[in-house]
């Protein structure tokens, strides 16, 4: 199978579906791949099919989720 760099997705935390790692290790960063498209043809036309990479899930969170949990570990956050 040939891919070629048109095809990779990336994450785009806030515009697209949330993405988290199957391991457990949290959100897909902005920026990494997370799979590749590939287009195919029935009755109705043309359509492309998102293919995860086999370590990528799609998140069971929304963004929101990812944004407060980044937020409560991040150790570099201050409180006053």
Known sequence: MNISSNQIVYS?????????YKDGRGRVP??????YEI???????????????EDIIYSKYDHQY???YELEHDVDRIII
Do not use: K, P
Not at 30 to 35: C, H, K, L, R
Not at 39 to 53: E, K, P, S, V
């Open 30 to 35: 902005d920026g990494n791949a997370v799979g």
């Open 39 to 53: 287009q195919d043809h029935d009755l109705a036309g043309a359509y492309n099919t998102l293919i995860l990479f």
């Open 66 to 68: 990812w944004d407060n």
């Open 12 to 20: 785009e935390h806030g515009i697209d579906e949330c993405f988290e």
